[in-house]
């Protein structure tokens, strides 16, 4: 009976730990700061180069406003500070065109002109018949109609697109996804996503200027413009 008593008390004694340990959980002063999930194993300040990676379906309109004006941008303020991988997927609603070309011009070492081509060109989220045209154009553009054309004949190849997104995508939960040294989970809000930037790297540098301008572009301004 004693230790059956005994073992009681101990359960007791676990369990109001554990909700003390709950209830008493609050942000740390040495949490980074910015808006995220997924946050694991990252202190502020603590860091020579920022590594990310960036999440975005082509016919996406947030993807191509961030890949076309933030991304550029970024680049260009904090350069070798931080390292940017780019994984292209298709929504399980999305047309699969763009990325049909994209996997094509890959393979022929030109899958960053393609992209910057297929996001420049705004494609339509949901239209296929839209965009088909369109991405046909950027096709021969490149030298790549005939390739493209097989491509998109392949069921094998759209099956191998769709299955991506139940797999890869299932790393993220929006379009466009960032995640931030692998375990930081943030959207592609400029000012959101320069404050997580400066609060990791050991020397902060830059400050995105999110005011209205007149071609609706985003600006980032150094700390020696100010």
């Not at 909700?19 to 990252?42: H, R, T």
């Not at 994984?87 to 022929?108: D, F, M, N, T």
């Not at 705004?122 to 018949?129: E, F, I, Q, R, S």
């Not at 790297?201 to 980032?220: E, H």
Request: hydrophobic letters at 40%; charged letters at 20%.
């Amino acid at each position: 009976m004693d230790l059956c008593k005994a073992c009681c008390a101990l359960l007791v004694f676990l369990l109001l730990s554990t909700v003390q340990g709950c209830a008493d959980k609050k942000p740390s002063p040495n949490s980074v700061e910015g808006q995220y999930e997924l946050f694991n194993n990252l202190f502020p300040h603590s860091l020579d180069t920022v590594h990310i990676d960036v999440y975005e379906d082509f016919t996406c309109p947030a993807c191509q406003q961030f890949a076309n004006d933030f991304e550029p941008a970024l680049i260009a303020a904090y350069g070798e500070r931080l390292q940017i991988r780019k994984h292209y997927l298709v929504g399980s609603r999305s047309p699969v065109s763009a990325q049909i070309l994209y996997e094509v011009a890959k393979e022929k070492g030109a899958g960053e002109l393609a992209s910057q081509r297929l996001f420049a060109a705004k494609l339509d989220h949901h239209n296929a018949a839209t965009n088909a045209p369109v991405v046909e154009r950027i096709a021969a553009d490149m030298g790549l109609l005939a390739a493209y054309k097989d491509a998109s004949s392949n069921p094998a190849i759209t099956k191998k697109i769709r299955t991506a997104w139940n797999t890869e995508g299932a790393h993220i939960a929006f379009f466009p996804s960032v995640v931030v040294e692998n375990v930081l989970l943030t959207n592609s809000n400029p000012e959101n996503l320069n404050t997580i930037i400066n609060s990791l790297l050991k020397q902060p540098m830059v400050q995105v200027s999110i005011s209205p301008l007149a071609d609706d572009k985003v600006r980032v301004r150094t700390d020696q413009d100010q």
